[in-house]
């Protein structure tokens, strides 16, 4: 997964953070790997950041649902918002 600006590059952890969330990898794991440790992505710094894939909390897509249904043109306001982004980490298999 690409990093953003304003997004913390991932970090590579042998043991999984307690409080991020596991999500699956990009690519899954072929016959025969075995898990070498975790990739994890902190939440981003910055007040404003580039819409990027990431993971969004629930308020964060409960904004961008409100924002459809009363004022479409701002729908993309949450998806720019730093505090609307949670950090996760996913399994690295070699």
Same mark, same amino acid.
């Given at each position: ?9 991932? *970090? ?21 790997? *075995? ?9 981003? *710094? ?7 894939? *990431? ?40």
């Amino acid at each position: 997964m690409s990093c953003c600006g304003g997004f913390p590059p991932g *970090r590579f952890s042998t043991v999984p953070a307690a409080h991020y969330p596991v999500v699956e990898p990009p690519l899954p794991p072929l016959p025969g790997e *075995r898990l070498t440790g975790y990739m994890i992505y902190d939440p981003p *710094r910055a007040w404003v950041v580039p819409p990027c894939e *990431r993971n969004m909390t629930p308020l964060g897509w409960l904004q961008v649902i409100l924002a459809t249904l009363f004022f479409w043109p701002a729908a993309c306001v949450p998806c720019f918002c730093g505090c609307n982004y949670e950090g996760f980490q996913y399994p690295v298999y070699d």
